[in-house]
Nanobody, 113 residues
């Protein structure tokens, strides 16, 4: 059974930074494409970023280069570094093993203006 656990969310002022972590247990992490999604209040869950086994990354166009996804296979962990945060980045951020039903429970990110 694959389990994912996010951490690193919190309250930050606009312009601030946060780094989210997602630690995975079970399965073969190094072969997996991992992704981050987010869901703001009253909105649908949306794609944020993904990274594959070859470290190829993909990002939502709306991020304007402010977020960076990375992974540490030795720690079975994927990260999301978020810079220049905006109030509109406020959401619950979820980690997933892409194209599977394996999701974490999410971590809240709140950006105050």
């Amino acid at each position: 059974q694959v389990q994912l656990e996010e951490s690193g969310g919190g309250l930050v002022q606009a312009g601030g930074t946060l780094r989210l972590s997602c630690t995975v247990s079970g399965g073969i992490f190094s072969d997996s494409t991992m992704g981050w999604y987010r869901q703001a209040p009253g909105k649908q869950r949306e794609f944020v970023a993904a990274i594959n086994a070859n470290l190829r990354t993909n990002y939502a166009d709306s991020l304007e280069g402010r977020f960076t996804i990375s992974r540490d296979n030795a720690k079975n962990t994927v990260y999301l570094q978020m810079l220049s945060l905006k109030p509109e980045d406020t959401a619950i951020y979820f980690c997933t093993k892409m194209w599977t039903n394996f999701w974490g429970q999410g971590t809240q990110v709140t950006v105050s203006s």
